[in-house]
């Protein structure tokens, strides 16, 4: 009887550390027809949970790693999303004036800084990411919009461009 309960013991330390992540489960994904895969053609089930507008301030207390990791492990989640806002600016007058809570446009270090946070903290766990270009103007190329997106995606994509973790969201609204 001993040894058998070391025997289970034993085994079940190392289904522990064999356990893989989502992404190294699921693969690179992809998509066939209408479904999206895995890197080995099943169908990927992804559930998970989209991050507040990053430049509401209710929001900013939950884009870091803990909350990722909580999502990951409680939650099961297997994709977090990081919607960044791109034009818009939320908050008082007071918190404006400091510089806080606006979108990309008026402060790309800070915003690109908070959707890195998520996106590094995604990759530890094995989750996957979207990075959200979260604007609400479609039509409107007014203040370089064009070219602040070209410029935060040629960011995202020379950092993160070689991880299955990440997927591009390049416009939403």
Request: hydrophobic share 45%; charged share 15%.
């Amino acid at each position: 009887m001993r040894a058998l309960y070391k025997f289970l013991i034993i085994g079940a330390f190392a289904i522990s550390f064999t356990e893989g992540t989502p992404v190294s489960d699921i693969g690179a994904l992809s998509t066939a027809g209408t479904q999206v895969v895995g890197a080995n053609g099943s169908p990927a089930q992804l559930r998970g949970m989209s991050l507040f507008w990053n430049i509401a301030q209710e929001a900013g207390p939950y884009w870091n790693a803990n909350v990722v990791d909580w999502l990951a492990e409680d939650w099961h989640a297997n994709l977090v999303r990081a919607s960044m806002a791109v034009e818009d600016s939320w908050g008082t007058d007071a918190t404006l004036a400091s510089g806080a809570y606006k979108g990309y446009l008026y402060d790309a270090s800070w915003n690109q800084k908070m959707v890195e946070t998520v996106v590094d903290a995604a990759m530890a766990k094995g989750i996957y990411v979207i990075i959200d270009w979260h604007s609400t103007w479609t039509t409107d190329n007014s203040n370089g919009k064009q070219d602040a997106a070209v410029t935060f995606f040629t960011a995202m994509a020379t950092k993160y461009g070689t991880y299955p973790n990440v997927i591009y969201e390049i416009y939403n609204e």
